[in-house]
């Protein structure tokens, strides 16, 4: 009966240090999935930032006849397939967001090359619209660099959660899956300069 009650003693306490142990990584696990979530909203309003100043910038510079048409066709085109690549946050996987990083690296790369051309026009450069423009998507561009960061940062503190023993058992069991990182654009270790001298 005594050797009874030890086992039973035993095993109750073994059951509720499993459903402590389960119920704390659950609570643990959800609450840094939500800031990943969090942070991936927070890089998605700086990339839609920069999606907003663009229509500007572009009226901006065709106010000018003789600025090169393809230039302004490019930005224009790669704007809009990168506004049409649109990812749910709790499906955030390695194929989801290189897609999504390619349409904003294709947008990023086509934005430089009408900036540069922008240097050729001694009156682009000293408009005042098109200064406070070029102010603003430098800033976009740095808190975009920064949200990036904190998205990964928080990632990486998910990912190392749910990977670890015996959190790794629980995540398995309750769904929760590894979240893709940012990864740096091929051969570019900075995000575009986009800030030229207006002088």
Partial sequence: ?????????????????????????????????????????????????????????????????????????????????????????SKLDAASLQKFQESQGALSGALSRLLVVAEQYPNLKANENFIRLQDQLEGTENRITFGRTQFNEAAQDYNTYIRTFPRNMWAGMFSFEKRAYFESDKGAEKAPTVKFDTK
């Fill in 1 to 89: 009966m005594k050797k009874s009650l030890i086992f039973l003693g035993i095993f109750a306490f073994l059951i509720l240090s499993l459903g402590y142990s389960g119920c704390n990584s659950f609570n643990n696990m959800s609450v840094k999935d939500e800031n990943v979530t969090k942070t991936w909203q927070e890089v998605e309003n700086q990339y839609q930032r920069r999606m907003d100043l663009i229509p500007n910038l572009v009226n901006t510079v065709q106010g000018y006849a003789d600025f090169e048409k393809s230039t302004i066709t490019a930005v224009i085109e790669a704007r809009a397939k990168a506004t049409s690549i649109t990812i749910d946050p």
